[in-house]
């Protein structure tokens, strides 16, 4: 696992909560995102009931032929391959998920004759890129990831171009029935799918749930 990118300011109290995530909980974070890479389209295909490819199309739809395209937390890479057309560059914290995302995004631009994207081991608060350098940036389920959200959002428009967007496609516990149905989905749903898949009981997806 690589933190190198991991902020250097305030270290966080709170565990997780709404903000953010603090240092402790972050590190274990990434050594469990890892952990599913192997599995970790098949399990979010059968716990959205395929929904999930249907979320991506949505969003790349944002994006249009010849645009400056970022993804923050680009994970195995499963969003970009799917962008057409666009100058792309990769973000993630993990060097093991771009080493994935760099394998399968290039085979489908290289099919396209697109040139190979960019890609850049970071986290969300400390983009190493210039300002005003982005026609769209896409965060798919990597938002609620962030070690301090607003650091996340600042970096994130500084480097979105004038009239640029940000699309962001993550969980919300917008009402509390919505959100006491997530974590009855997470809590039973998830759990029994990913031991299944994997065939581990001690699956990364039991600590994902929080």
């Known amino acids: 696992m690589a933190n190198e990118g991991m902020p250097d300011g305030e270290n966080r109290q709170h565990g997780i909560d709404a903000t953010g995530i603090d240092a402790e909980e972050w590190a274990e974070l990434m050594v469990n995102l890892e952990a599913t890479i192997p599995a970790y389209d098949k399990v979010n295909t059968i716990v959205t009931l395929g929904q999930d490819a249907r979320w991506r199309r ?3 739809s944002f994006a249009t032929a010849g645009m400056d395209v970022l993804e923050v937390g680009c994970g195995p890479g499963t969003f970009s391959e799917g962008l057409v057309g666009v100058n792309l560059t990769c973000l993630d914290p993990s060097r093991e998920m771009l080493a994935v995302a760099k394998k399968r995004v290039n085979a489908g631009r290289k099919a396209r004759k697109e040139e190979d994207a ?3 081991e970071a986290t969300a608060e400390s983009i190493p890129l210039q300002d005003n350098s982005f026609d769209r940036v896409f965060c798919l389920f990597s938002f609620r990831d962030f070690h301090d959200k607003k650091a996340g ?4 428009l500084r480097v979105l171009k004038p009239g640029g967007r940000l699309v962001i496609c993550d ?3 917008g009402r509390f029935p919505h959100g006491l149905m997530g974590r009855i989905w997470m809590g039973t749903v ?3 799918v ?6 581990d009981p001690n699956h990364p997806w039991k600590w994902l749930a929080k």
């Open 58 to 60: 949505h969003v790349q």
């Open 118 to 120: 960019i890609y850049v």
């Open 153 to 156: 959002l600042t970096e994130i």
């Open 171 to 173: 969980a919300g516990k």
């Open 190 to 192: 998830v759990q029994l």
């Open 194 to 199: 990913a031991r299944m898949v994997t065939k």
